[in-house]
Structure formats: structure tokens, C-alpha cells
T-cell receptor
Framework: GIQVEQSPPDLILQEGANSTLRCNFSDSVNNLQWFHQNPWGQLINLFYIPSGTKQNGRLSATTVATERYSLLYISSSQTTDSGVYFCAVVWGSNYKLTFGKGTLLTVNP | NAGVMQNPRHLVRRRGQEARLRCSPMKGHSHVYWYRQLPEEGLKFMVYLQKENIIDESGMPKERFSAEFPKEGPSILRIQQVVRGDSAAYFC?????????????FGDGTRLSIL
């Protein structure tokens, strides 16, 4: 099956800092989504981005499908950005999302 | 979370009881997926359903677990004779079509605790 690797596994930032989270995948994908799981466990859909670049406020994402990676940028981080960020993909003839192990982000005041 | 409704948010059961988790997809969506997040683990696919049909149950344990998505009403994930290892967060997602390039929209999850 497909491998989805996220880096770094953990990241600690001071409020106001910028960060880049990476997701590498081992095969062509039909669907790629970024999620934020907040400290209350809710899974927030950030981006649907199988290719190209999208921006939503302080967050943006870029997927380079031909090179099999995606990046999530967080600018001017806030304490509410803390939580786990997951990348997930659909590949081949599957319908299911395969998740990476996530990046645990801690933003300190 | 884009309208996927899961209930209950928290469910406590004793070992040997049954757990029933409900999921109402977004309006206009007829494709439902269930995922499980065990403690300290990532999210794993369990089952994919369309109305009245199970399309892919490759991620669901063979025993004690079942899922349905009837013509009317929510999708139900049923766990019989629960054990401690069933304690997890169970997430439901829905999509508009069966094309694999469609985004899946997630509910807030049901946290199942087994005493």
C-alpha cells in the first residue's frame, strides 16, 4: 500500500513564528487533504489539495503531485494553532483516506 | 465540521455491552466512511458505505463489528460485546460522489470508553 510520511513529528514554536509541515507519499494520489486535530479531538478539514496551491488566511498549502509531496505553511502562529496536523491521501482505485502519523504542533505564548 | 453529525459525542459502556454510533452525512451526500483512532495511533479506515450497500469493509474487524447505512436514517456503526481495546475515537466522514478525487468531510467523532 501507499506510504504517507509526515515531518517533523513534533514542533514547538513561540507565538508569531512561521512553520512548514511536510507530507511525502510513495505513489500517485487522487485526493490529498490536510486536517487539524485540536486539543478537544475535533478533526478540522483545512485543505483539499491534490495539486497546486491554496491559501486560507494564515494557512496555505502546496502539493507537487509529480514529486509526491505536500507542504502546509502556518504563518504568524497562534496558541490556537496547537494540535496535531494530519495529511491524508486517496490513491489508486481505493476510496479510503490513508493518514500519516501527524505532526504535533505546540505554540507557546 | 461541514455538517456531518455524529452522536453521541461521548459514550461509556461496560465490557460485554453493545455500542451503537450514529452518523448523519452532509446534506446531499450519499457516501459514508468510518475511521477509528486508537490511543497513540493515527486514524485508520474501517468501512465505506453507500445507501443500503457496504462497498468496502476491509478495515473492519471480522467479529463483533458491523455497519449499515439504510435507505432512511443515519449510518450506524455497531460494536457488540465491547472489550477494553475498543476504547477509541470513531470518526465518520461523507462525500458527495463515489469518485476518489472528492474531498471527505468529517464529523466531530464519538469517543467510546469501555469500563
Amino acid at each position: 500500500g501507499i506510504q504517507v510520511e509526515q515531518s517533523p513529528p513534533d514542533l514547538i514554536l513561540q507565538e508569531g513564528a512561521n512553520s512548514t509541515l511536510r507530507c511525502n507519499f510513495s505513489d500517485s494520489v487522487n485526493n490529498l487533504q490536510w486536517f487539524h486535530q485540536n486539543p478537544w479531538g475535533q478533526l478540522i478539514n483545512l485543505f483539499y489539495i491534490p495539486s497546486g496551491t491554496k491559501q486560507n488566511g494564515r494557512l496555505s498549502a502546496t502539493t507537487v503531485a509529480t514529486e509526491r509531496y505536500s507542504l502546509l505553511y502556518i504563518s504568524s502562529s497562534q496558541t490556537t494553532d496547537s494540535g496535531v496536523y494530519f495529511c491524508a491521501v486517496v490513491w489508486g482505485s481505493n476510496y479510503k483516506l490513508t493518514f500519516g502519523k501527524g505532526t504535533l504542533l505546540t505554540v507557546n505564548p | 465540521n461541514a455538517g456531518v453529525m455524529q452522536n453521541p459525542r461521548h459514550l461509556v459502556r461496560r465490557r460485554g455491552q453493545e455500542a451503537r454510533l450514529r452518523c448523519s452525512p452532509m446534506k446531499g451526500h450519499s457516501h459514508v466512511y468510518w475511521y477509528r483512532q486508537l490511543p497513540e495511533e493515527g486514524l485508520k479506515f474501517m468501512v465505506y458505505l453507500q445507501k443500503e450497500n457496504i462497498i468496502d469493509e476491509s478495515g473492519m474487524p471480522k467479529e463483533r463489528f458491523s455497519a449499515e447505512f439504510p435507505k432512511e436514517g443515519p449510518s450506524i456503526l455497531r460494536i457488540q460485546q465491547v472489550v477494553r481495546g475498543d476504547s477509541a475515537a470513531y470518526f465518520c466522514a461523507s462525500s458527495q460522489t463515489d469518485y476518489s478525487n472528492q474531498p471527505q468531510h468529517f464529523g466531530d467523532g464519538t469517543r467510546l470508553s469501555i469500563l
